[in-house]
């Protein structure tokens, strides 16, 4: 199938985009369209109207100041993995960012795009809510900050407004301890079936975020790692209502979780 | 097909189309397109080059990718309109006027294609790879060539036919 007739507006500028995003018909906006074009080409989404902001080019920069790395809603997911800010300030973000889709994929699709479209099983998303990242969303109506652990509301859904595009991500640097990062996925490039962000405080304590379990990313804390750590990844995930297939996603949980434990001390011994 | 590229685009032409520049190959073409067609099917059915192959239209099996300024991209994941302002090239674009390129050669060495359904995607992949700087390792091949399904040659002989390729390259 082909996707249905929409009107194209290309956006020249951030206002242009929130404007033409607020004015015209059903208007929805297309960066990568990674996400987007599969729906299209399938006629499960047929907007009236796409605002094309993957010509913003300079919305694809990575800068660090005062602390925070700040990075455009339009970096693609390629720029992640190979950035060499970033593999410094946060390195797990680059490695995770290595297990989206496939190198063709990483190329276009966009960091916005990827917590816009907020699709469990997404790597980014997670990662985001892992390393206390805020969300700049900017509209006709002003700016705010978000933070991404309060973006994520549910499956596919956000505190996005519909007039409203993500500009830039805010991450604090350098990140509070050492994060370790897993995923399990049935080949390389697919959507992970379970994956885990792990972070271990300098006190012991920390917080483990998954995603691909549920309806979006799942983030607890802890105070302490026991010896036998899996016990403590059960108990944070008993309140976890999982997608389907309970005792899989839960031992999968599980699973990725104790990786990325293992990675994260790993790195802190480093 | 005239080759101006003066014009401001894209431009609202007849009710449902826009006129448009798009650079493939080295050469522009001011084609009107609806916003709604697949830059994999303009390249295939507007321009004629149907080197491009199309799959699943939905970015999984990496027949219809194409170099959007010398990244490999998914066709059937980019609208044309989008493309316009980017160097695009295909297949065609990587194949001399006369012969084959040493990766084509070094397929056809290898027996690296079957039907050959998947090669325009894996060569322009692969391509890319040798192009990249990046080391050209059975490791390396096969994470390049990871969003690329072949159906055919269980995936050896392709590998064998990139790291020939990249021995000759570094002769
Ligand atoms: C074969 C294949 C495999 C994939 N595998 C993975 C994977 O393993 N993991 C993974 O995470 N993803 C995967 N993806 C999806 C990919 O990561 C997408 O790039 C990403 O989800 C969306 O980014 P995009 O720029 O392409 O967004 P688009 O498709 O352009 O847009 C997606 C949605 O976000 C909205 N949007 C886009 N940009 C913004 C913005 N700046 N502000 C507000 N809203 C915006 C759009 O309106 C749309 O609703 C895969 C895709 C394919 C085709
Ligand atoms: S046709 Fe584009 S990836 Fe399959
Ligand atoms: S040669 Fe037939 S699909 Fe690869």
């Given amino acids: 199938m082909k996707p249905a007739p929409f009107q194209y507006h290309r956006a020249v500028s951030v206002d242009d985009a929130v404007t033409a995003l607020a004015t015209l018909p059903d208007a929805k906006l297309i960066a990568g369209g990674q996400s987007l074009i599969p729906l299209m080409n399938f006629r499960m989404s047929r907007p009236q109207t796409l605002v094309d902001i993957s010509h913003l080019d300079n919305l694809a920069s990575v800068t660090l100041s005062d602390g925070v790395l700040v990075l455009g809603a339009l970096l693609p997911h390629q720029r992640l993995c190979e950035d060499a800010l970033i593999r410094e300030q946060v390195p797990v973000l680059a490695e995770a960012a290595q297990h989206i889709g496939h190198w063709a994929i990483r190329t276009r699709g966009t960091l916005g795009g990827s917590l816009a479209h907020a699709d469990p099983a997404a790597e980014l998303p997670a990662a985001m809510v892992a390393l206390d990242a805020e969300f700049v969303l900017r509209s006709v109506r002003g700016t705010r900050t978000v933070a991404a652990r309060d973006f994520y509301l549910g499956f596919l859904t956000t505190d996005l407004a519909a007039d409203e595009m993500l500009t830039e991500v805010r991450i604090p640097v350098p990140p509070q301890g050492w994060y370790g990062f897993a995923e399990v996925a049935r080949r390389a490039g697919d959507f992970a079936l379970a994956g885990a962000y792990v972070q271990v405080r300098d006190d012991g304590g920390g917080s483990v975020t998954w995603f691909g379990i549920s309806g979006g990313p799942e983030r607890r804390e802890f105070e302490s790692v026991p010896e036998d750590a899996a016990a403590l990844w059960r108990e944070l995930l008993a309140d976890v209502d999982v997608t389907d297939d309970d005792d899989y996603r839960r031992h999968l949980g599980v699973l990725v979780a104790d990786w990325a434990y293992r990675r994260a001390q790993g790195e802190a011994q480093r | ?171």
């Fill in chain 2, 1 to 171: 097909m005239s080759e101006t590229t003066q014009e401001v685009s894209p431009v609202e032409t007849r009710e449902g189309t826009v006129e448009i520049t798009l650079k493939v190959n080295g050469k522009s073409h001011r084609i009107a397109v609806e916003p709604r067609m697949l830059l994999s099917d303009v390249l295939r059915h507007e321009l004629g080059l149907t080197g491009t192959h199309v799959g699943c239209e939905q970015g999984v099996c990496g027949a219809c990718t194409v170099l959007v300024e010398g990244e490999p991209q998914r066709s059937c994941l980019m609208f044309a309109v989008q493309a316009e302002g980017r160097e695009i090239t295909t297949v065609e674009g990587l194949t001399p006027e006369a012969g084959l390129s040493p990766l084509q050669a070094a397929f056809e060495r290898h027996h690296a294609l079957q039907c050959g359904f998947c090669t325009p995607g894996m060569i322009v992949t692969c391509e890319a790879l040798l192009r990249s700087g990046r080391p050209v390792t059975e490791e390396t091949v096969r994470e390049a060539i990871s969003g690329n399904v072949c159906r055919c040659t269980g995936y050896q002989f392709i590998v064998d036919a990139v790291l020939d390729a990249a021995k000759e390259g570094a002769r």
